[in-house]
């Protein structure tokens, strides 16, 4: 090598700088594009997936409704048939009632002959037959007739007495008896078997000359009969209460089934809606992941290849960090590594476009250079891209090369590096003005006639030569010096 390596900085001319103020706009505005786009893109998205959202909870909110309806009607109608079955058997029960007492009436009527009191009777009668199966608990009202009914046969009624029918009043009571029947025994076993005793007493007293015993053994068993017959009503009575009281207990608790069930559904479905926010989440974020993605590969790619590694490093950990997440089945750091990257990416594109513009510069530099060079008479021989530099090779007629690096220093200012071979590039002036001892290096000299070259369009402006060593003033001396050309 001839020397050491020449430096020299690069001014932008004017006319470049204007250009290149074009270019970052330019730049600048297709970044506000792309952000833009991403952002429409998401929102559409996001638009999208609320939709579905939407849609799909309508239709859980729509099938819980119809369940719940479905449910609702069905308890109506059991309650609905419940009632009515009970208002039937309470019907049944009171129509049976209403007949012994109708029976009773109608015997009375026939012994006592017209009477204002029995029509009155009749017509309490009537009205508790046009209540009968509404609803309406009518027993003790039931009852309360019969007795009437009974107390007026006992006492007479203060018209014309007239021989019983004995047959058919014994008749009478034994069918009224019967009725009882079971639950007779069941609910008042006493007061039946009294009642089975004064019959036959009154089957006893039927005969011929018995009248008297008869008629007073006669009201004491329609009193005994009356009252057993109340009381099995009372107990039978009871006994549907408890039967009611034991359905409404076990309503409850199919109440309370239904009421858990209904808990557990609800669990349920609290899970499922957050399972259902799980997906949403995750849902958002490969969306928002998918808006991103490409425009992040292509920057990783972009910073390795305009030479910031640290910067493709970091982009790197920002994609995998998502692609982990996801995999992983995370909605909360799924969400938030997206946003970490969508949050890096703006930044990252204006520092690859900040690179973009030093390559750009680098290498329209690089191409005037190798037509400066090429106007002195060098030929190119060959280029190479070192990522943050580029490097040229010429070679003079004279055989000498010209190996030239085009980078930047810190501040991003373009640097010409050139390293000489095979060339002897020191004159030594002997002229006797040259009072300091100046010499003439040929090697700069033949530059700064490059750089003259260089900078005629006024896009490009090299600064001084210098290399290590360059003595103070160490310049081409005075026109008209005599200059001995070091062999």
């Not at 729509?62 to 369940?67: I, M, P, V």
């Not at 107990?235 to 409850?252: G, K, L, S, V, W």
């Not at 033949?446 to 750089?451: D, G, P, S």
């Amino acid at each position: 090598m001839s020397g050491s390596p020449r430096y020299s900085t690069v001014s932008i001319g004017s006319a470049y700088a204007r250009r290149e103020a074009v270019r970052r706009a330019r730049q600048a505005e297709e970044r506000r594009a792309r952000a833009a786009e991403r952002a429409r893109e998401r929102a559409a998205l996001a638009a999208q997936r609320a939709r579905e959202t939407a849609m799909r909870r309508e239709r859980a909110r729509a099938e819980n409704e119809r369940r719940k309806a479905e449910s609702a009607r069905r308890r109506q109608a059991e309650q609905q048939a419940h009632e009515a079955r009970t208002r039937a058997e309470h019907g049944r029960a009171d129509a049976r009632r209403l007949d012994e007492v109708r029976t009773l009436i109608t015997q009375l009527r026939k012994e006592s002959g017209p009477d204002g009191e029995l029509d009155a009777l009749e017509r309490r009668l009537t009205e508790l037959g046009g209540r009968v199966g509404l609803g309406e608990p009518l027993g003790e009202a039931i009852e309360e007739l019969r007795g009437r009914v009974v107390m007026r046969r006992h006492l007479g009624g203060g018209g014309p007495v007239q021989t019983p029918d004995t047959s058919g009043v014994l008749a009478g009571l034994e069918r009224r008896l019967a009725e009882a029947g079971a639950e007779g025994a069941a609910h008042d076993e006493p007061g039946r078997q009294h009642c089975v005793d004064l019959l036959g007493q009154l089957r006893a007293a039927s005969g011929p000359g018995q009248k008297v015993r008869f008629e007073a053994l006669l009201g004491t068993a329609e009193h005994a009969i009356a009252r057993h017959t109340a009381t099995v009503a009372q107990a039978t009575e009871q006994y549907h209460q408890q039967a009611e009281a034991e359905r409404r207990r076990a309503a409850a608790q199919a109440e309370g089934e239904r009421q858990r069930a209904e808990a557990e559904e609800q669990r349920a479905e609290a899970e499922r809606e957050r399972a259902e926010a799980r997906e949403a989440a995750l849902a958002e974020a490969a969306d928002h992941f998918g808006v991103l993605r490409e425009a992040a590969r292509d920057a990783v790619a972009d910073a390795f290849e305009l030479g910031d590694p640290d910067l493709g490093r970091r982009l790197e950990g920002a994609l995998l960090a998502v692609m982990d997440t996801l995999s992983a089945r995370h909605p909360e750091g799924a969400l938030a590594a997206v946003t970490a990257l969508e949050e890096l990416l703006p930044s990252a594109e204006a520092r690859l476009d900040e690179l973009q513009s030093a390559y750009t510069r680098r290498s329209e530099l690089a191409e005037a250079l190798k037509e400066a060079m090429a106007g002195q008479g060098l030929s190119f021989t060959g280029g190479e891209d070192q990522g943050e530099q580029l490097l040229l090779s010429f070679v003079r007629p004279t055989g000498a090369t010209y190996e030239t690096t085009v980078g930047s220093d810190a501040e991003g200012t373009p640097v010409l590096v050139y390293c000489v071979e095979g060339e002897a590039d020191v004159s030594v002036a002997a002229s006797p003005h040259d009072t300091e001892g100046g010499v003439r290096d040929a090697t700069e000299d033949f530059l700064e006639r490059v750089h003259e070259e260089l900078s005629r369009d006024d896009t490009f402006v090299p600064g001084e030569i210098t290399w290590r060593g360059k003595p103070p003033g160490g310049r081409r001396p005075p026109p008209g010096s005599d200059v001995r050309r070091a062999r």
